[in-house]
């Protein structure tokens, strides 16, 4: 059913993962030149102009990410195909974290200057969500094969 917690838990890696359109994920100052990169590509602000370099396959695959736990919540009838949705979101979500990044160390001036900001957490934080759902599915399949034991 949609009430179950593993259901809160996909809900809650849906929205930080959607977070990164909109969170940055690390700044950097360069000789004048700021770049900030978020889950859309990478923003350079040129003397107060900001000019955004959009990267149409991260967003896509940003917003995947994002609707694949969304959907999989309404998966509930199908705990095995649930749990192995979980699994390919979450190496979905490691593979857009090597993208990003890859991504940041094309910046000029590399990555030793740059302030990482909440941004570079959330994909951390969207697996560790699917993890307590997959947890939480394990525990439903134990609860029903119990009571199917009682019968």
Do not use: H
């Not at 996909?10 to 929205?15: Q, R």
């Not at 000789?31 to 959009?54: A, D, H, M, Q």
């Not at 979905?92 to 957490?121: D, R, V, Y």
Request: some cysteine; hydrophobic content about 55%.
């Amino acid at each position: 059913m949609i009430q179950r917690i593993q259901s809160i838990w996909f809900f809650l890696a849906a929205i930080t993962v959607l977070c990164l359109l909109f969170i940055p994920i690390l700044s950097f100052i360069n000789e004048g030149i700021g770049y900030v990169l978020y889950g859309t590509g990478i923003k350079e602000f040129r003397n107060g102009v900001e000019t955004p370099s959009i990267n149409t396959p991260l967003i896509i695959s940003t917003i995947l990410a994002g609707l694949i736990s969304l959907i999989n919540i309404f998966n509930f009838k199908n705990r095995t195909l649930q749990k192995r949705i979980a699994i390919i979101n979450i190496l979905i979500i490691l593979g857009l974290s090597f993208w990003l990044f890859n991504i940041a160390n094309q910046i000029p001036g590399g990555l030793e200057n740059a302030e990482i900001n909440a941004g570079a957490f959330l994909p951390l934080a969207s697996i560790i969500f699917n993890l307590l759902a997959i947890r939480s599915i394990g525990k439903d399949e134990k609860l029903i094969r119990s009571a199917e034991r009682l019968r």
